[in-house]
T-cell receptor, first 112, second 114 residues
Framework: DGGITQSPKYLFRKEGQNVTLSCEQNLNHDAMYWYRQDPGQGLRLIYYSQIVNDFQKGDIAEGYSVSREKKESFPLTVTSAQKNPTAFYLC???????????FGPGTRLTVT | ELKVEQNPLFLSMQEGKNYTIYCNYSTTSDRLYWYRQDPGKSLESLFV?????AVKQEGRLMASLDTKARLSTLHITAAVHDLSATYFC??????????????FGKGTHLIIQP
């Protein structure tokens, strides 16, 4: 099955802890993206990567970090510096020669 | 800064009726995307509109794009309960040839009642 997997589906953490969300794709897509969704809101771009070992900040990168060591993997770390980390996190990918972005199933993070 | 505005943000309608969701955006872009989201789920791609005047239809949904007016519409014909969901429009960020991610509207929460 080709697609994007995110794990875990639900994640609970205490305030002050860093947490890493996994995103893997076997679509051979070049670009990968992380978005955050808050209740009743649209998605906002956190980070993106168009090529291995390179990534760029999106609109709300503060308090987050990423790596892109392999084409198929783009993990997101939510650090303790992120003031309001509770949200639904969505990973996406696309080929650079096409337009459609495909989304993973999401990880719902709750920090208390 | 690219802004994407949808209206209405909330819509309750009866089965069998027609309605249109509007999506305005603030800077030049030739590509516009419509997604559907069911409660607690991820986004499902509905339409990708790639040029001015593009029109796409799937079942009871039809989307169009007017790049000069910076406006896209999603028209629902003879609504059925299964179309109840939140609908998002999104636009390619202007720099980077479209690979820099999308800017989303806040979504239209659509409830279709029997």
């Amino acid at each position: 099955d080709g697609g994007i997997t995110q794990s875990p589906k639900y994640l609970f953490r205490k305030e002050g802890q860093n947490v890493t969300l996994s995103c893997e794709q076997n679509l051979n897509h070049d670009a990968m993206y992380w978005y955050r969704q808050d209740p009743g809101q649209g998605l906002r771009l956190i980070y993106y990567s168009q090529i291995v070992n390179d990534f760029q900040k999106g609109d709300i990168a503060e308090g987050y970090s990423v790596s892109r060591e392999k084409k198929e993997s783009f993990p997101l770390t939510v650090t303790s510096a992120q003031k309001n980390p509770t949200a639904f996190y969505l990973c996406a990918s696309r080929n650079l020669d096409s337009y459609e972005q495909y989304f993973g199933p999401g990880t719902r993070l709750t920090v208390t | 800064e690219l802004k994407v505005e949808q209206n209405p943000l909330f819509l309750s309608m009866q089965e069998g009726k027609n309605y249109t969701i509007y999506c305005n955006y603030s800077t030049t872009s030739d590509r516009l995307y419509w997604y559907r989201q069911d409660p607690g789920k991820s986004l499902e791609s509905l339409f990708v509109l790639l040029s001015n005047g593009a029109v796409k239809q799937e079942g009871r949904l039809m989307a169009s794009l007017d790049t000069k007016a910076r406006l896209s519409t999603l028209h629902i014909t003879a609504a059925v309960h299964d179309l109840s969901a939140t609908y998002f429009c999104a636009v390619d960020n202007p720099s980077g040839g479209g690979a820099d991610g999308l800017t989303f509207g806040k979504g239209t929460h659509l409830i279709i009642q029997p």
